[in-house]
């Protein structure tokens, strides 16, 4: 990958990788309970006893991983900035990357650490997840000129590189994608401000949105969408479940549904799906209502399979499916 040229179809996603083991177990051992006030769910599992599973499949994954290997599957010349074990897992990561042609240069393999795992239960569809998290001491390496940096989830103690990569980001002229990650987001809009001046879009869900502002969570979409562009990033998207996502480019906004006739076996990885091809489709030109489009047939692709990335579309099944009349086209939102 050449380092003196910036390339606008180009992206290296800075993000944490893991390995998924999902396990599914039978309702027979499992059974979720939710409130009816509420609709709160809790998963009930027998204490002090040994579980048969129905299936079992280990496979790389993370907020990072996944949206690298998107942006390559869409066409995107793509590579990663991910710090891992040199373990067997991290081995195998690299091994994946490079047979899904994302680079991996900036892939660092740290001698006596440990790679992340999560453990992924499936219940009737629905997933919850055991996650472990290695403790990781971040420095961002010198970065390729790519024409979109796509940040993502990492550890306690990502804060360490705001400053590198907002000096970089001002002497090349990429366009930074914001999907933060749990630590990103408990740090706050306050310690990222320089960050977000310099953010091209920004996605969150609904509860993120608020506690990011600081809101209350039955905040209106409009008023969230309008308090993130206040912290600077020029494209905002929101989205909200089965209610659909909702995006603005500070001079319009658009909402798009959720089909209910697509299949769905577990939804690990839509929400990197839709944000990975809303940001590819940016990158081919595509303005934001459609690039949505993009983010929302790359989902319904993504909950078909187990896992977050076995149904993630190549850009000819993209192009493909968007011919689609039954596809949902995002509608102007008034609020």
């Not at 899904?100 to 999560?118: A, D, F, I, M, Y």
């Given at each position: 990958m050449a380092t003196d040229a910036v390339n606008p179809k180009r992206v290296l996603v800075i993000g944490d990788t893991t390995i998924d083991h999902f396990v599914e177990l039978s309702t027979k051992d499992a059974e979720p309970q939710c409130e009816l006030d509420t609709h709160a769910c809790k998963l009930l599992i027998p204490y002090g006893e040994k579980l048969p599973i129905q299936a079992y499949e280990a496979v790389i994954a993370g907020n990072g991983a996944n949206a690298a290997v998107g942006g390559a599957r869409l066409g995107l010349e793509s590579?990663?900035?991910?710090?891992?074990?040199?373990?067997?897992?991290?081995?195998?990561?690299?091994?994946?990357?490079?047979?899904?042609?994302?680079?991996?240069?900036?892939?660092?393999?740290?001698?006596?650490?440990?790679?992340?795992?999560?453990?992924?239960?499936?219940?009737?569809?629905?997933?919850?997840?055991?996650?472990?998290?290695?403790?990781?001491?971040?420095?961002?390496?010198?970065?390729?000129?790519?024409?979109?940096?796509?940040?993502?989830?990492?550890?306690?103690?990502?804060?360490?590189?705001?400053?590198?990569?907002?000096?970089?980001?001002?002497?090349?002229?990429?366009?930074?994608?914001?999907?933060?990650?749990?630590?990103?987001?408990?740090?706050?809009?306050?310690?990222?401000?320089?960050?977000?001046?310099?953010?091209?879009?920004?996605?969150?869900?609904?509860?993120?949105?608020?506690d990011y502002l600081n809101h209350d969570r039955s905040t209106p979409i409009r008023q969230l969408l309008v308090g993130l562009h206040a912290l600077g990033p020029k494209i905002v998207v929101v989205t909200d479940g089965p209610a659909g996502s909702y995006g603005s480019d500070g001079t319009n906004m658009w909402r798009l549904g959720v089909r209910t006739d697509v299949e769905r076996v577990e939804a690990t990885g839509a929400g990197d799906g839709y944000a990975t091809a809303l940001m590819v489709a940016l990158a081919h030109g595509e303005p934001l209502n459609e690039a949505m489009s993009w983010g929302n047939v790359n989902a319904e692709s993504i909950i078909g399979y187990v896992g977050a990335q076995r149904g993630i579309l190549h850009l000819a099944e993209m192009q493909d499916r968007l011919k689609d009349p039954k596809r949902l086209k995002a509608e102007p939102y008034h609020g």
């Open positions: 590579a990663i900035w991910t710090v891992m074990g040199d373990d067997q897992i991290g081995h195998q990561a690299k091994t994946h990357f490079v047979a899904e042609h994302v680079n991996v240069r900036h892939l660092e393999l740290v001698k006596g650490e440990q790679s992340n795992v999560s453990v992924v239960l499936r219940v009737l569809g629905e997933r919850t997840i055991f996650a472990y998290h290695y403790p990781r001491t971040y420095h961002l390496p010198a970065m390729d000129h790519a024409g979109w940096v796509y940040l993502t989830s990492m550890a306690k103690g990502w804060e360490v590189i705001i400053d590198s990569l907002v000096d970089h980001l001002t002497k090349h002229p990429a366009k930074l994608v914001f999907q933060p990650g749990e630590h990103q987001l408990k740090s706050g809009h306050v310690a990222a401000r320089d960050l977000l001046h310099r953010t091209e879009l920004i996605i969150l869900n609904k509860e993120e949105a608020a």
